[in-house]
C-alpha cells in the first residue's frame, strides 16, 4: 500500500496577532449591544472571525516589503505601471482603472452602461453588485441555473448561466435593453460555486449574437480557475493563470475586489478593453476615487496588489486556501450539520432553514444562527439569506430567497486547522441546543444593504440562544 501524502500551507507563521478570549456572558452582552447583528461586534470581542474572506488576509513577507516601495506621487506613479503589468499579464485586459475597492469599479461601471429602464442579467446577484445596478435605474434578473438555488444539489458548476433563461430575457425585452451581462465567478451568494470554462464560453457567444457585453466580476476568479482544473476535463495540465486568461479572454472587461482572490487589504479596479469606453471610465473615476493613475489608492497599496496577483495565481497557495474550506466542510458533514455542496471555494455555508425548522424564514433563522454561533463560541459567520437580500425595488416586499444560509467565510493564510476544529466543534453543540434558538425582528432597518447596519431583538425571549449556562 502506498503512504498517503498529506499537502501542508506553503508558508510558515512569521509574526503572531493576540486574540481576545471572552467568557460566554461577554459574548451575550455584546451580541445584545450590536443588535443580534455580527457586523456590529467590535472585532476585539471576536475569536474566530469568519464574518468575511474580504481585506481580512494575511500579506506575504514580499507584500509587506512591496508597500515600502510606494511611490507616493498624485500622478503616474511606478506603482500604477507595476499594477497594470500585473494586470495584463494574468487578467489579459487592455486598460486597467484602480478603485478603492470592488463597489468602487460597480459604481462607474454601471453609471456609465444603465440607462434607466435597462434590465442586467447575471449569475445570481450580489448585494452590492445589484444595488449599484439600481441605483442606475436597472433592474437586475437572476439567470444562473437553478442547481445553484438548491443546498442539496452536488452539480459541480453551480455558477453557470442557463443560457435558456438568458435567450428568454433577450426575447421578451430585446438586446437593446441590456447593456451587458454580469458574470460573477465562484458565485459567493450560491456558496462560493464555480462556473464552468464551457459555460463562460457559450455565454458569452450568446451575448456577442446580440450585441450584448459581458462584464466579469472577477472577485473571485481565481479559485474558479482551481475549480476548472480539478472538474472540467481537458483542463487538468493546464496552469492557473492559462484558465485564468482564458475566463478573461471572454470578456470585455471586469470589476475586481482585489480583497478576495488578490491578497491585500484594500483595493481594486476595473478593467476594460474597449478604448472609447475605457476613457469614459477614466473620466468618472477622478469624480468618484481619484486620479485615473491610483484611483482610491495609494501607490503602496497597489504595489502590495501588484505582489498579491501573482502569488494569488500560485497552484500550492490555492490549493492550501480551498482545502483548508473543504476540511472544515468535510468535517462539518461528518458531524451531520446542513451545508451547501459542493463546498465552496471560499467558505462553508450551512442552511439555516435546515438548521433551525422551527425558525420561519420571516424570523431570520440565518440571523439567529450567527448571532447564536458567536454566543457559544467567539467565532464569527454572516447571515446570508432574507436580511441580505432585502426589499423588492418595485413592490417593497421583503425578498425571502430559497437560499437562507450562515456563511462561515475563511480569510486566506490566517488560522490554523485548530481554529477550524474549534469551529466544528461550536457549531455541533449548536445543532445539539438548536430547539434553544429563537429567531428575531427587526428593530432598526435600514434603505440600502440592510444587513450592514440593522438591528434585532430576539422574539418571545431575552437572549437569542436560550441554554442554561
Ligand atoms: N463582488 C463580489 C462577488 C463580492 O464578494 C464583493 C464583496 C464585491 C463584489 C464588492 O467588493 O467589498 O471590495 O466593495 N464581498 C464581500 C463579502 C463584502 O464579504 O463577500 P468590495
Same mark, same amino acid.
Given at each position: ?55 481580512? =488576509? ?11 516601495? &510606494? ?25 486597467? %482603472?484602480?478603485?478603492?475597492? /470592488? ?24 448585494? #452590492? ?8 435605474? /436597472? ?86 480557475? @482551481? ?6 476535463? &481537458? ?19 471586469? #470589476? ?70 473543504? @476540511? ?15 463546498? /465552496? ?7 439555516? =432553514? ?7 424564514? =420571516? ?21 446570508? &439569506? ?6 423588492? =425595488? ?15 467565510? %475563511? ?11 474549534? $469551529? ?18 427587526? $428593530? ?15 422574539? &418571545? ?9
Amino acid at each position: 500500500m502506498p503512504v498517503k501524502r498529506s499537502w501542508a500551507e506553503p508558508y510558515k507563521i512569521k509574526m503572531v496577532e493576540h486574540l481576545t478570549m471572552t467568557t460566554r456572558l461577554e459574548r451575550e452582552r455584546a451580541i445584545a449591544d450590536a443588535g443580534f447583528n455580527t457586523f456590529l461586534l467590535r472585532s476585539r470581542d471576536v475569536y474566530i472571525d469568519l464574518l468575511t474572506d474580504s481585506g481580512t =488576509s494575511a500579506m506575504s513577507d514580499m507584500q509587506w516589503s512591496a508597500l515600502m516601495r &510606494g511611490d507616493e506621487a498624485y500622478a503616474g506613479s511606478d506603482n500604477f505601471y507595476h499594477l497594470e503589468a500585473a494586470m495584463r499579464r494574468h487578467y489579459g485586459y487592455k486598460h486597467l %482603472i484602480p478603485t478603492h475597492q /470592488g463597489r468602487g469599479a460597480e459604481n462607474i461601471l454601471s453609471q456609465l452602461c444603465i440607462k434607466p429602464g435597462d434590465f442586467v442579467p447575471g449569475n445570481m446577484y450580489f448585494t #452590492t453588485t445589484k444595488l449599484h445596478q439600481e441605483l442606475a435605474g /436597472g433592474r437586475f434578473v437572476d439567470v444562473i441555473v437553478d442547481e445553484a438555488h438548491v443546498p442539496e444539489s452536488e452539480f459541480p458548476f453551480k455558477g453557470n448561466v442557463d443560457l435558456g433563461k438568458l435567450q428568454r430575457l433577450i426575447d421578451e425585452v430585446g438586446a437593446d435593453r441590456i447593456p451587458y451581462l454580469s458574470l460573477e465567478t465562484n458565485v459567493n451568494m450560491a456558496g462560493g460555486q464555480p462556473c464552468s470554462l464551457s459555460n463562460i464560453r457559450d455565454t458569452a457567444a450568446l451575448c456577442q449574437r446580440h450585441g450584448i457585453r459581458v462584464f466579469l466580476d472577477a472577485t473571485r476568479a481565481v479559485e474558479n480557475a @482551481y475549480f476548472i482544473k480539478l472538474r472540467e476535463p &481537458g483542463h487538468a495540465d493546464k496552469s492557473l493563470s492559462e484558465i485564468l486568461l482564458e475566463i478573461c479572454a471572454h470578456t470585455d472587461g471586469c #470589476t475586481m475586489s482585489a480583497k478576495k482572490d488578490s491578497l491585500v487589504n484594500i483595493g481594486g479596479f476595473l478593467a476594460i478593453n474597449d478604448d472609447e469606453l475605457a476613457e469614459q471610465a477614466k473620466n468618472l473615476v477622478v469624480i468618484y476615487e481619484g486620479l485615473h493613475t491610483y484611483g482610491g489608492m495609494a501607490g503602496r497599496d497597489m504595489e502590495a496588489l501588484a505582489v498579491g496577483i501573482e502569488e494569488s495565481v500560485q497552484f500550492d497557495h490555492i490549493r492550501a486556501r480551498i482545502g483548508q474550506v473543504e @476540511y472544515l466542510g468535510h468535517r462539518l458533514i461528518d458531524a451531520g450539520v446542513p451545508i451547501v455542496r459542493p463546498i /465552496g471555494g471560499h467558505g462553508v455555508f450551512i442552511n439555516a =432553514s435546515k438548521f433551525l425548522p422551527h425558525i420561519p424564514q =420571516s424570523q431570520f433563522p440565518g440571523q439567529a444562527l450567527a448571532a447564536a454561533l458567536y454566543v457559544d463560541g467567539g467565532v464569527r459567520g454572516m447571515e446570508r &439569506g432574507a436580511v441580505s437580500a432585502g426589499r423588492d =425595488s418595485e413592490t417593497g416586499e421583503n425578498i425571502l430567497p430559497s437560499l437562507e444560509l450562515i456563511r462561515l467565510t %475563511i480569510p486566506r493564510r490566517v488560522y490554523t486547522q485548530a481554529h477550524m476544529d474549534v $469551529t466544528v466543534e461550536s457549531v455541533t453543540s449548536l445543532l445539539e441546543d438548536r430547539d434553544k434558538i429563537v429567531g428575531l425582528a427587526f $428593530t432598526y432597518e435600514p434603505k440600502h444593504l440592510r444587513f450592514f447596519q440593522a438591528r434585532f431583538t430576539p422574539v &418571545g425571549a431575552d437572549r437569542v440562544l436560550n441554554t442554561a449556562d
